[in-house]
């Protein structure tokens, strides 16, 4: 992000409030960052205050914080924060979140759902995210609160979108190029569902979805995927991508 990287905190998704805010800025700051703002809007209108979206407008990277998905993109979708962040990825600078933020960032979310190992018929409920990743549903604390059935019934829904489960203290980093790496002490779970077969099109209330031929990829850390072609990148392949950059 630079020799003095100029970060935002986007704590709307937060109950904690300033504190939220507080704490990332001490964190950011304690690793580097030479200035950090944080901005909380709190209802549309503050949202579209220019203000705010110069704020993102200056940073080279924005954070987004763990809280509630649907509030912040309920606050923030369709407004000039939003377009700022757009504006904000769209010239290099870094969008990061953690839990709900992370969730929030792809065009389709997971707004709220039940956890549980198999895929059940109305186990998870989708919702338009801020779409700064296309094509991808990102779910959060994905081991530790066993939330593998409800990415494979979202995928099983929406067959097109790449499910990625993200655990604890694990993240995805997703590169211009649509390549992904794995850093963290965790894993990152992708569900392709290319090829799937299902009933999820026969609503039966919370009855066990069929879900057949999805294809996981379990991805420690150091792994890389390539969301275009939907596959895994091959060490020999990293190397070939290294020496060229």
Same mark, same amino acid.
């Given at each position: 992000?630079?020799?003095?990287?100029?970060?935002?905190?986007?704590?709307?998704?937060?109950?904690?409030?300033?504190?939220?805010?507080?704490?990332?800025?001490?964190?950011?700051?304690?690793?580097?960052?030479?200035?950090?703002?944080?901005? @909380?809007?709190?209802?549309?209108?503050? #949202? &579209?205050?220019? $203000?705010?979206?110069? /704020? +993102?407008?200056?940073?080279?990277?924005? !954070?987004?914080?763990?809280?509630?998905?649907?509030?912040?993109?309920?606050?923030?979708?369709?407004?000039?924060?939003?377009?700022?962040?757009?504006?904000? @990825?769209?010239?290099?600078?870094?969008? #990061? &979140?953690?839990? $709900?933020?992370?969730? /929030? +960032?792809?065009?389709?979310?997971?707004? !709220?759902?039940?956890?549980?190992?198999?895929?059940?018929?109305?186990?998870?409920?989708?919702?338009?995210?801020?779409?700064?990743?296309?094509?991808?549903?990102?779910?959060?604390?994905?081991?530790?609160? &066993?939330?593998?059935?409800?990415?494979? /019934?979202?995928?099983?829904?929406?067959?097109?979108?790449?499910?990625?489960?993200?655990?604890?203290?694990?993240?995805?980093?997703?590169?211009?190029?649509?390549?992904?790496?794995?850093?963290?002490?965790?894993?990152?779970?992708?569900?392709?569902?290319?090829?799937?077969?299902?009933?999820?099109?026969?609503?039966?209330?919370?009855?066990?979805?069929?879900?057949?031929?999805?294809?996981?990829?379990?991805?420690?850390?150091?792994?890389?995927?390539?969301?275009?072609?939907?596959?895994?990148?091959?060490?020999?392949?990293?190397?070939?991508?290294?020496?060229?950059?």
């Amino acid at each position: 992000a630079g020799p003095e990287p100029h970060l935002v905190v986007l704590s709307t998704a937060s109950m904690r409030g300033e504190e939220a805010t507080a704490r990332y800025g001490e964190l950011f700051t304690e690793m580097g960052a030479a200035n950090v703002t944080g901005v @909380r809007p709190l209802t549309r209108e503050e #949202a &579209g205050d220019t $203000a705010v979206s110069e /704020a +993102v407008m200056g940073a080279n990277g924005v !954070f987004l914080t763990g809280g509630n998905q649907v509030r912040l993109v309920s606050v923030i979708g369709g407004t000039r924060l939003e377009d700022a962040l757009f504006s904000a @990825r769209d010239r290099g600078a870094v969008i #990061a &979140g953690t839990s $709900a933020g992370a969730s /929030a +960032v792809a065009a389709h979310m997971v707004a !709220f759902g039940r956890p549980g190992a198999s895929p059940r018929h109305r186990m998870v409920n989708i919702s338009a995210g801020l779409g700064l990743v296309e094509d991808v549903i990102v779910d959060q604390h994905f081991e530790q609160r &066993g939330r593998m059935g409800r990415l494979l /019934a979202a995928v099983a829904l929406s067959p097109k979108l790449l499910g990625v489960g993200l655990d604890e203290d694990t993240a995805a980093i997703i590169y211009a190029d649509r390549t992904l790496e794995v850093v963290g002490k965790g894993a990152v779970t992708i569900v392709d569902g290319s090829n799937v077969a299902t009933d999820a099109f026969q609503i039966k209330g919370y009855r066990p979805m069929m879900v057949s031929g999805a294809l996981v990829h379990a991805l420690p850390t150091g792994y890389w995927f390539d969301l275009r072609t939907r596959k895994l990148i091959l060490p020999e392949a990293l190397e070939e991508k290294e020496a060229s950059e």
